[in-house]
């Protein structure tokens, strides 16, 4: 499986479990296992947020593009995110956002 992202700004989270054709994304599962080799699934077939364009089974490899939010600290990586490719079952791993900025609290003297 090639996962690619298209990269947002935006606060929300995406979760995603990978089990062989099952894509379960922030809790909702998706099933393209029954994609045949050359099949394309338009995106205004799919009913969710999620997915930034069609879905492809390109020689046995399903590829899917994902919208992936990117926050406020998010780091090159997550901005410029390289495709995820051979992605294994299991949940997905994503790049990292940079360190969260530590505000401290000034006291009134």
Same mark, same amino acid.
């Not at 809790?27 to 393209?32: H, L, Q, S, W």
């Not at 046995?60 to 590829?63: F, N, Q, R, T």
């Given at each position: 499986m090639?996962?690619?992202l298209s990269p947002q700004r935006r606060d929300d989270t995406l $979760? &995603?479990?990978?089990a062989g054709g099952l894509l379960i994304i922030n +809790? #909702? *599962? %998706?099933? %393209?296992s029954p994609m045949p080799d050359g099949a394309t699934l338009p995106r205004s *077939?799919?009913? /969710? #947020?999620?997915f930034a364009g069609d879905v492809e089974m390109i020689s +046995? #490899?399903? &590829?899917v593009t994902l919208l992936f939010p990117n926050p406020a600290n998010s780091s090159p $990586?997550? *901005?410029f995110p390289v495709d995820l490719v051979g992605v294994p079952d299991g949940p997905v791993a994503f790049p990292l956002p940079l360190p969260a900025p530590? &505000? /401290?609290e000034v006291s009134p003297e």
């Open positions: 090639r996962i690619k $979760e &995603v479990t990978k +809790g #909702e *599962a %998706f099933d %393209f *077939a799919i009913n /969710s #947020e999620w +046995g #490899e399903l &590829v $990586e997550q *901005a530590i &505000v /401290s």
